[in-house]
């Protein structure tokens, strides 16, 4: 048996591994996930650890993206994101990023004209460094070649901050962002020992009086 053979075994272990891993379900927030999907879910938005954010270390996240082309120069696809947790590579369909999500009320119409249509139901503005943005826009172009386009985007040089058009889902039949709070409000309690209640949708949140302020989360 030479070198080859061990590191085909050795993979072959590990690729037996992850099938087993993901064939098994456990529940996460109230969600059926894989076991190995659980593991990164927990890693990332119940630890808070890897996510994009004001002096946090690097994420040992790769970014990876599969795409077909669409119409003119545009082309479509998903990104997927490979977490190394302690040496095992767990897939996930989202990243964490420290942002401010803003829930204040917006003016509705201005001389009869709508403003900001939908806005607390399908979409929101959230806030972040600029930084920050320029760090996921470079692990983008790093894990795929690709750039990221900027249209949606309205930078405030004054506060280094960049407001996003983020989209939500609020479609019947479709699952509506959640908002959750951390339960433990002891500063000295590390992350691994904090834990989430759901408070109801976004959507939600945003029509209760007491939550129409600016947020920073995960």
Same mark, same amino acid.
């Given at each position: 048996?030479?070198?080859?053979?061990?590191?085909?075994?050795?993979?072959?272990?590990?690729?037996?591994?992850?099938?087993?891993?993901?064939?098994?379900?456990?529940?996460?927030?109230?969600?059926?996930?894989?076991?190995?999907?659980?593991?990164?879910?927990?890693?990332?938005?119940?630890?808070?650890?890897?996510?994009?954010?004001?002096?946090?270390?690097?994420?040992?996240?790769?970014?990876?993206?599969?795409?077909?082309?669409?119409?003119?120069?545009?082309?479509?696809?998903?990104?997927?994101?490979?977490?190394?947790?302690?040496?095992?590579?767990?897939?996930?369909? #989202?990243?964490?990023?420290?942002?401010? !999500?803003?829930?204040?009320? +917006?003016?509705?119409?201005?001389? /009869? @004209? $709508?403003?900001?249509?939908?806005?607390?139901?399908?979409?929101?503005?959230?806030?972040?460094?600029?930084?920050?943005?320029?760090?996921?826009?470079?692990?983008?172009?790093?894990?795929?070649?690709?750039?990221?386009?900027?249209?949606?985007?309205? #930078?405030?040089?004054?506060?280094?901050? !960049?407001?996003?058009?983020? +989209?939500?889902?609020?479609?019947? /039949? @479709? $699952?509506?962002?959640?908002?959750?709070?951390?339960?433990?409000?002891?500063?000295?309690?590390?992350?691994?020992?904090?834990?989430?209640?759901?408070?109801?949708?976004?959507?939600?949140?945003?029509?209760?009086?007491?939550?129409?302020?600016?947020?920073?989360?995960?």
């Amino acid at each position: 048996m030479n070198i080859a053979d061990n590191n085909e075994q050795a993979a072959q272990a590990q690729r037996d591994a992850d099938s087993s891993a993901n064939s098994k379900t456990v529940k996460w927030r109230g969600n059926l996930v894989s076991e190995k999907e659980a593991k990164a879910l927990r890693h990332v938005f119940d630890n808070l650890q890897d996510h994009f954010g004001h002096q946090r270390p690097d994420p040992r996240v790769r970014f990876s993206v599969s795409l077909a082309p669409g119409q003119g120069q545009i082309w479509y696809g998903d990104m997927n994101f490979t977490y190394n947790i302690n040496g095992d590579h767990c897939d996930l369909d #989202y990243i964490a990023i420290d942002v401010c !999500v803003d829930l204040t009320p +917006k003016a509705v119409h201005k001389h /009869g @004209q $709508p403003m900001l249509k939908e806005y607390g139901n399908s979409w929101v503005y959230v806030y972040l460094p600029g930084l920050t943005l320029d760090q996921v826009k470079s692990y983008v172009k790093t894990g795929t070649g690709w750039d990221v386009s900027t249209e949606g985007t309205v #930078y405030d040089p004054n506060r280094n901050l !960049v407001a996003i058009e983020a +989209k939500m889902s609020n479609q019947t /039949g @479709q $699952p509506k962002p959640s908002f959750w709070v951390a339960k433990d409000k002891d500063t000295s309690a590390s992350r691994g020992d904090m834990s989430f209640s759901r408070i109801g949708s976004v959507q939600e949140v945003n029509a209760q009086p007491q939550h129409q302020s600016v947020h920073r989360g995960v």
